[in-house]
């Protein structure tokens, strides 16, 4: 199973991206009742990078006070339980953060040496587990499902299948 499970990743990767899916969030957060819970999960999560960058897009958007008022719940699985550990540590390579600026590296990560760690309050932001999508229930009532790096190693009746369970999972008007 570990020689199918690739974990090729880093914060920010493909910084437009984020920037659109950034954009949707603040949208979207401005329309939502602020003592609802606003929910989010990244199936596929490997090590946690993708998960964290969504975080960290939302601490731009709310400030620390408004996080607790939307009750922000970001979900984060993975097959994986190794990378799921490795997420939940929070500690990466430095090179990981090669596409992220100095000004959100400054407010949200540490140097340890060759190593960056994620700051605690945006650790806290996210619950990691292990799940395997294909046989295990999936999270209801998602205003965001992002999952990168998935799909592209499923055959397309798998696709079908998953693209089918994600949009059963969103609420409407979720992404």
């Known amino acids: 199973k570990k020689d199918i499970l690739i974990s090729v990743t880093s914060f920010f990767r493909d910084v437009k991206a984020f920037t659109a899916v950034g954009e949707h969030l603040q949208e979207q957060l401005a329309n939502q009742a602020r003592d609802g819970a606003f929910r989010i999960w990244i199936p ?3 090590t946690g990078e993708e998960a964290y960058t969504i975080a960290i897009v939302i601490a731009e958007i709310l400030d620390e006070s408004e996080i607790d008022k939307y009750r922000i719940q970001i979900f984060a699985t993975d097959i994986d339980e190794d990378s799921i550990q490795v997420a939940r540590r929070g500690e990466y390579p430095a090179e990981t953060v090669k596409e992220t600026s100095s000004e959100l590296f400054q407010k949200y990560f540490t140097r340890q ?8 309050g945006i650790r806290d932001m996210i619950v990691f587990a292990k799940q395997d999508l294909i046989k295990e229930t999936s999270f209801m009532h998602m205003d965001l499902i992002s999952c990168r790096n998935l799909l592209i190693y499923f055959n397309s009746d798998l696709q079908d ?14 992404l």
């Open 161 to 174: 299948k998953v693209l089918s369970l994600f949009h059963y999972s969103l609420k409407d008007g979720g």
């Open 113 to 120: 040496e060759n190593q960056v760690c994620i700051k605690r």
């Open 44 to 46: 596929g999560c490997a």
